[in-house]
């Protein structure tokens, strides 16, 4: 018996009732995602000059890239909520939000007037950020983690940090409508960090609330 296999036939035996987690996820993201823009509109507010904003290339690269990481850790987690081992080929799909960043990288380096890397990369609000995105995403996290229960993830652990990319990524959109900072190389560094925080604290919650 192979190791998939044997997996699946624990998860049978155990009793515990596997489902599949995306009418859940369906239903649980949004309604945080609201709970979440609630709150930023609450807090933060968007930024003043947000129509304006809207027709600047780097403005907008920053909801293509946070929504590409919500997505395909969406994807990564409908796969890991099932008993089997989620083969490795998957999380290719994470260069997909890293290669739209590195592109909006060389393509501001190379657009005039240049502006140093160091300002780019502080920007002026790189603590708020840091804060901001693992707050905004707590209701979205726990959405996340609620839905992949229904599941029998093989590892509670990596499906609770790809519950925490799902989140962290959703939250960053939000933040992005407030944000100030437009450099891709400011999106790469703080915003990049704030996942990640949000990322372990899923895998440490997920290890004990996904178990089967």
């Known amino acids: 018996m192979d190791t998939d296999r044997l997996i699946a036939t624990l998860a049978a035996d155990n009793g515990y009732p596997a489902r599949p987690p995306g009418p859940t996820l369906a239903i649980a993201v949004p309604v945080a995602w609201a709970a979440s823009l609630a709150l930023l509109l609450a807090t933060l507010g968007l930024r003043p000059d947000f129509m304006q904003a809207?027709?600047?290339p780097l403005f907008d690269l920053k909801f293509v890239v946070t929504l590409a990481l919500a997505l395909v850790a969406?994807?990564?987690?409908?796969?890991?909520?099932?008993?089997q081992q989620l083969p490795r080929r998957w999380f290719g799909l994470l260069l997909v939000p890293v290669a739209l960043l590195a592109l909006g990288i060389a393509?501001?380096?190379?657009?005039?007037?240049?502006?140093p890397a160091l300002l780019r990369l502080m920007g002026h609000n790189a603590l708020l950020c840091m804060a901001s995105i693992p707050a905004l995403s707590l209701p979205l996290l726990?959405?996340?983690?609620?839905?992949?229960?229904q599941g029998a993830p093989?590892?509670?652990?990596l499906a609770?940090?790809?519950a925490g990319l799902l989140s962290s990524g959703l939250a960053a959109a939000l933040y992005a409508a407030?944000?100030?900072d437009d450099s891709p190389l400011f999106v790469a560094t703080w915003y990049t960090l704030a996942v990640a925080l949000v990322t372990l604290l899923g895998a440490a919650i997920g290890a004990r609330v996904l178990r089967y």
């Open 54 to 56: 809207l027709r600047n």
């Open 74 to 83: 969406l994807a990564l987690a409908l796969q890991v909520s099932r008993p």
């Open 107 to 115: 393509g501001e380096a190379l657009a005039p007037p240049p502006t």
């Open 142 to 149: 726990a959405a996340a983690l609620i839905g992949l229960r």
């Open 154 to 157: 093989a590892r509670p652990a």
């Open 160 to 162: 609770g940090a790809i």
């Open 178 to 180: 407030h944000c100030i």
